[in-house]
Structures are given as C-alpha cells and as structure tokens.
C-alpha cells in the first residue's frame, strides 16, 4: 500500500544544475500536485494535473517544468537551479472529494 | 483572493492539556476547510475537514466547527498527547472554474511534553 512515492528524499545542487524530482502513486488519482514549503509561508502550488497529457500552472510556477505522460508520475524538473528554490517539495494526489495525499517529501539545497 | 491566518507558533503544552489553535479565512463564496497535520520527516495528513457552514469536523480527538459568521475554522483537543506533537496547517477549498484550489496557512507546530 504505497500511496504517494517520492525521490530522493534528499539532494543538494549547485546553482545552474538541472534534476528532476519523481513522484508516483499507485491510487490510480486523476489529479496530482507538486508544492513547495517554505517557513513562515505555508505550502505554495507549483504546477499541478487533472489527468494523462493534462498539466497547468499553480502560484509559483517559475523555474519549473512538469510532463504528465502516465497517470502514476508526475515529474518535476528545475532546468536550472537557483537557490531561491532551496525548499521542501511535496507531491500530492487526490482520491475522493477533496482529499489529498501527501508523499513524504524531498529537502532541496541549492548552492 | 483566498487566504488562511493561522495562530503563530510554536505552541507548547504540556500532556492531558486543551488544545486551541486558531484559523480564521478570507474566500469569496463557500468554501470548504480542512485541518492537516505534518508529523516530522513525514507529508501533511488530512486531519478532519467541514464543508458548509456550522458542521463540526472530528477525528483522532480533534474538532473543528466551520462558522461562518466569523470565518473560523478552529482546531480544538480537550486532552493532548505526547504524539500528537507535530505542525498542523488550515486550509480551504474553493472551486474555480473546473479544478478546486486549496489554500494553505502558514502552519501552527505544536509541542507536548510530558
């Protein structure tokens, strides 16, 4: 019973490096997201999926890129690091009115 | 546009007190609201949620009471536990145009000791 899965947990980069941060769910959920923590700012949407082919932009979208290929991944990529995007980033899916699951998280350092 | 105001923390109580945080928001329309709670190294975990005015969320010992009146939504415990140690976020949801938008607060970390 999987549920939402992200990698890696953590990674430190350099400013400029590119990487992408996986995320898959095994709940067969239509709509996935990918935000950021902050302190002192809450959780902030990214980008986020209603389905396969389908994505679109949430609060923060700058200096992100997402594919939606298959309904299990969502991706999301940093083409070129900042360290303004040194941050906790969550991957969630939603199953049932309204409800959201939360993967476990990555710790991103940008140098 | 949307916002939620959450109490600042950290709050620290020690075990079997009551628990109050306070969320207060700002939407237009009726949205629905919701708890989640982050224990460490872990995502957020939906908590208890209401979804019109005056319903009262429980789960885990926790409540909560939309009111609208005052647009509050906020989380009480009559009894904390060491494990319930860990930050709580408030949040509501609203639909726009075909997809709902969840807003969060900024987080409440609360710490039981014994």
């Known amino acids: 019973n999987a549920g939402v899965t992200q990698t890696p947990k953590f990674q430190v980069l350099k400013t400029g490096q590119s990487m992408t941060l996986q995320c898959a769910q095994d709940m067969n959920h239509e709509y996935m997201s990918w935000y950021r923590q902050d302190p002192g700012m809450g959780l902030r949407l990214i980008h986020y999926?209603?389905?396969?082919?389908?994505?679109d932009q949430g609060e923060v979208p700058n200096g992100y890129n997402v594919s939606r290929s298959t309904t299990e991944d969502f991706p999301l990529r940093l083409l070129s690091a900042a360290p303004s995007q040194t941050s906790v980033y969550f991957c969630?899916?939603?199953?049932?009115?309204?409800?959201?699951?939360f993967g476990s998280g990555t710790q991103l350092s940008v140098l | 546009g949307d916002s939620v105001t959450q109490m600042e923390g950290p709050v620290t109580l020690s075990e079997e007190a009551f628990l109050t945080i306070n969320c207060t928001y700002t939407?237009?329309?009726?949205?629905?609201l919701f708890w989640y709670v982050q224990y460490p190294g872990e995502g957020l975990q939906l908590l208890l949620k209401a979804t019109k005015a005056d319903d009262k969320g429980s789960n885990k010992g926790f409540e909560a009471t939309y009111r609208k009146e005052t647009t509050s939504f906020h989380l009480e415990k009559g009894s904390v536990q060491v494990s319930d140690s860990a930050v709580y976020f408030c949040a509501l949801s609203r639909w726009s145009g075909t997809a709902s938008k969840l807003t969060f607060g900024t987080g409440t970390r609360l710490q039981v000791t014994l």
């Open positions: 999926s209603v389905g396969a082919g389908i994505t």
């Open positions: 939407a237009t329309g009726y949205p629905s």
């Open positions: 969630a899916s939603r199953g049932g009115p309204e409800k959201l699951f």
